[in-house]
């Protein structure tokens, strides 16, 4: 790991660099034709590279493309699969399989964060840095090696290891939404409090009180307000599971 991480030292990383493509080729599972496209995809804004045309060099175009990709993919790969689900349905299940979560999850198993290229210490990267850098990888391959690769690589990464529809059916894509939805059905008013709640560590947290019908139900912290409001919807939604289920 340390000779990998040694080649994002370096000033650039050229076509010529064995080791990057070595890295890349492992990755995905086939040789790149042109390694440019997987330079970018892992080349971070804090660089402030630029291409030769003046263009900025890093992945979010890319990042932009690979989520169209997977959509495309993960799309064809449901209509096929489940001939009987409707609009809806699909929709609803594509969400779950590219959700930012399930992507962070893609990218932190193929250890993607170690080959970036940026000013910014790995460590102070927020948690989506790893579906990000997936994406951008996902549209360097369809860049680089056309549909039928990208497809490839999507399966093998992705619908092979992760895609189990029944198991799909029964996630849960945000504890909040499904709570905030059954308190509107069921006419209960709810609240979110949100606070500053700073540790020793010096890192900045965030807490949440959640109140249904002037009631504290869950409290939660978090590094961010949305995980701590998720945080504390997921205990809420098991505290009334069964009412909610039940409906």
Same mark, same amino acid.
């Given at each position: 790991?340390?000779?990998?991480?040694?080649?994002?030292?370096?000033?650039?990383?050229?076509?010529?660099?064995?080791?990057?493509?070595?890295?890349?080729?492992?990755?995905?599972?086939?040789?790149?034709?042109?390694?440019?496209?997987?330079?970018?995809?892992?080349?971070?804004?804090?660089?402030?590279?630029?291409?030769?045309?003046?263009?900025?060099? !890093?992945?979010? #175009? /890319? +990042?932009?493309?690979?989520?169209?990709?997977? %959509?495309?993919? &993960?799309?064809?790969?449901?209509?096929?699969?489940?001939?009987?689900?409707?609009?809806?349905?699909?929709?609803?299940?594509?969400?779950?399989?590219?959700?930012?979560?399930?992507?962070?999850?893609?990218?932190?198993?193929?250890?993607?964060?170690?080959?970036?290229?940026?000013?910014?210490?790995?460590?102070?990267?927020?948690?989506?840095?790893?579906?990000?850098?997936?994406?951008?990888?996902?549209?360097?391959?369809?860049?680089?090696?056309?549909?039928?690769?990208?497809?490839?690589?999507?399966?093998?990464?992705?619908?092979?290891?992760?895609? !189990?529809?029944? #198991? /799909? +059916?029964?996630?849960?894509?945000?504890?909040? %939404?499904?709570? &905030?939805?059954?308190?509107?059905?069921?006419?209960?008013?709810?609240?979110?409090?949100?606070?500053?709640?700073?540790?020793?560590?010096?890192?900045?947290?965030?807490?949440?009180?959640?109140?249904?019908?002037?009631?504290?139900?869950?409290?939660?912290?978090?590094?961010?307000?949305?995980?701590?409001?998720?945080?504390?919807?997921?205990?809420?939604?098991?505290?009334?599971?069964?009412?909610?289920?039940?409906?």
């Amino acid at each position: 790991m340390k000779i990998l991480k040694n080649i994002f030292t370096k000033k650039s990383r050229s076509s010529e660099d064995g080791i990057f493509f070595t890295a890349i080729q492992n990755i995905i599972g086939f040789k790149p034709k042109a390694i440019y496209y997987y330079e970018k995809a892992f080349t971070h804004r804090s660089t402030n590279k630029m291409d030769s045309k003046g263009n900025p060099m !890093n992945y979010e #175009r /890319l +990042e932009f493309l690979g989520d169209a990709m997977l %959509s495309a993919v &993960i799309a064809a790969h449901l209509y096929n699969e489940v001939p009987t689900g409707d609009e809806g349905y699909l929709t609803k299940m594509r969400s779950k399989i590219v959700s930012r979560e399930h992507l962070n999850e893609l990218g932190r198993d193929l250890d993607l964060i170690h080959y970036i290229d940026s000013k910014v210490p790995t460590q102070h990267f927020g948690e989506n840095i790893h579906g990000n850098i997936f994406e951008a990888l996902v549209g360097a391959i369809f860049l680089d090696k056309g549909y039928e690769f990208c497809e490839k690589f999507i399966q093998k990464s992705v619908i092979i290891p992760y895609v !189990n529809i029944a #198991r /799909l +059916e029964g996630k849960v894509i945000s504890y909040k %939404s499904l709570l &905030i939805e059954w308190c509107q059905k069921e006419k209960k008013t709810f609240h979110y409090d949100v606070f500053d709640d700073n540790g020793n560590d010096g890192q900045k947290y965030f807490g949440v009180k959640l109140s249904i019908d002037d009631k504290v139900i869950a409290k939660a912290r978090a590094t961010s307000k949305k995980k701590a409001e998720e945080k504390a919807s997921q205990r809420a939604f098991f505290a009334f599971q069964e009412k909610i289920e039940n409906k």
